[in-house]
């Protein structure tokens, strides 16, 4: 199972960024993905996820600015993120759970300057 994500970079605030996760080696249609982010020194924290079917949670901190969406046939999962604030700078990770196991990727710096 491999699950690499890409579309960081820095940006000043007001911007957007696309992030993108694909996934390998899963049957993905199949699970529920999630986007993660953790600013340093802070626990990591659950910015949103998308269903199997394709219903959509996004947390309170970033609602009506971050959308999730996902591309079956590309086995990849998207996070677009406009306005784009300071505090958005973090680590983003997505992930899937499996029974008992937790997938994470490796993450992908988003640096928001003011």
């Known amino acids: 199972v491999q699950l690499v994500e890409s579309g960081g970079g820095l940006v000043q605030a007001g911007e957007s960024l696309r992030l993108s996760c694909e996934a390998s080696?899963?049957?993905?249609?199949?699970?529920?993905m999630g986007w993660y982010r953790q600013a340093p020194g802070k626990q990591r924290e659950l910015v949103a996820d998308?269903?199997?079917?394709?219903?959509?949670n996004i947390e309170d901190p970033v609602k009506g600015r971050f959308t999730i969406s996902r591309d079956n046939a590309k086995n990849t999962v998207y996070l677009q993120m406009n306005s784009l604030k300071p505090e958005d700078t973090a680590v983003y990770y997505c992930?899937?759970?499996?029974?008992?196991?937790?997938?994470w990727g490796q993450g992908t710096q988003v640096m928001v300057s003011s």
């Open positions: 992930n899937f759970v499996a029974g008992p196991y937790v997938y």
């Open positions: 080696r899963i049957i993905f249609s199949s699970y529920t």
């Open positions: 998308i269903t199997s079917g394709g219903k959509t």
